[in-house]
């Protein structure tokens, strides 16, 4: 339970106070100990035992604990982040192994309260095919690692605000307006970050300025579901439920030990404009993709599980990827896109006779959370 030499250049010198806040972890002595290798290392840290939540009705409420839970809190003024048990460790899918990351998650978190400023998300919420709220625990990661999230309407509000560090647009129900479309144009123009995740237009409305926005980059999404074809890349069965991984060097996880392993259900596929990019200035990136024995199907009053004469032919379908257009020599704007919002969201899915929620599975808020963070 020693201090790696990497927290000690990151923490070593810090003049901030930062507080170790531990809910009951009276019987955790290992987490203990370590926490109080923080403080040996800067007389700027200290800590705080709760160890009788039931006293605590104000934390019970702040953060919707009972009694027994236990969390850490480590917060710094106004600054603050939580750490649940479950964050205090990952779970390799190459193989198979727990890792304990106590020491990554407690160092990144102290770095993150830290912090002077907080980026800007803005999330749109008009046109949108649903409410921003559905997307409530995601958000809330998104704020626990320091980042304010607003709702926005371009046309409430007359403009994309200028301290908009990352612009996300979820999939749409509605055309967006000729001006919201020319302030996202200039928002991209002007060397503008965003997060796309956009599903298919499956009912076929009329959406030419959001893709005069897509053009941008010369993407499409194509009309209609990608299925997958390979029974290990499907949850239960369902080959709408595709699951892919993210590999270990990409944009996204080149930070991790790990690739990342993401489920999307009713998943779109991205087309890139191969001829404009170079025109466009575009360099692009694929972050996820099915297997070869991934199809597209517009016709989705078909029952059949596996591929018809009327689906696509079988190959590798882009579900997410990164586009850098080069503004000029100083600026660039960069996209993320995921060809699915469902991943993202609090929607809950029975299968097998169990209740899960998209958000949560597999690695869906990495996915997200690395998005934003790059």
Do not use: W
Request: glycine letters at 4%; charged letters at 25%.
């Amino acid at each position: 339970y020693s201090i790696s030499q990497e927290t000690k250049d990151k923490l070593g010198n810090m003049d901030k106070d930062v507080t170790i806040t531990l809910i009951n972890y009276s019987d955790y002595l290992s987490v203990i100990s370590f926490a109080e290798r923080y403080v040996e290392l800067n007389n700027h840290i200290k800590i705080e035992k709760v160890d009788n939540l039931s006293a605590r009705a104000d934390l019970m409420q702040k953060y919707s604990l009972n009694a027994n839970d236990n969390l850490i809190i480590i917060s710094c003024g106004e600054n603050e982040k939580t750490l649940t048990e479950e964050e205090m460790y990952t779970f390799d899918e190459t193989t198979y192994e727990q890792i304990d990351i106590t020491e990554e998650a407690i160092t990144n978190a102290i770095v993150n309260v830290m912090a002077e400023e907080k980026a800007k998300i803005y999330f749109m919420s008009s046109h949108t095919m649903y409410n921003v709220e559905l997307f409530g625990s995601i958000i809330d990661k998104m704020k626990n690692e320091v980042n304010e999230v607003e709702n926005l309407d371009i046309l409430a509000n007359g403009s994309i605000p200028e301290d908009c560090d990352c612009l996300i647009i979820s999939t749409l129900k509605e055309d967006i307006t000729e001006m919201e479309k020319d302030k996202i144009i200039e928002y991209i123009r002007n060397g503008g970050k965003l997060l796309l995740m956009c599903g298919p237009n499956v009912e076929k409305v009329n959406l030419s300025n959001f893709q005069a926005v897509l053009d941008e980059y010369a993407i499409t999404i194509e009309n209609g579901i990608v299925l997958e074809g390979s029974s290990a890349n499907m949850v239960s069965g369902y080959p709408n439920f595709i699951i892919e991984d993210m590999e270990v060097g990409t944009s996204l996880t080149r930070n991790l030990n790990q690739k990342l392993s993401i489920c999307l259900p009713d998943a779109g596929k991205i087309t890139f404009n191969e001829e404009r990019l170079e025109e466009l200035g575009i360099e692009n990136e694929i972050l996820l993709t099915t297997t070869e024995k991934g199809f597209l199907r517009t016709n989705l009053n078909q029952p059949s599980a596996t591929r018809t004469e009327e689906d696509s032919i079988q190959e590798e379908c882009i579900l997410g990827a990164v586009a850098t257009k080069k503004i000029d020599e100083e600026r660039t704007s960069k996209l993320v896109i995921f060809a699915n919002e469902l991943f993202a969201m609090n929607m809950p899915v029975q299968m097998n006779g169990y209740t899960m929620y998209t958000a949560n599975l597999y690695n869906n808020s990495d996915a997200v959370l690395n998005a934003i963070a790059y």
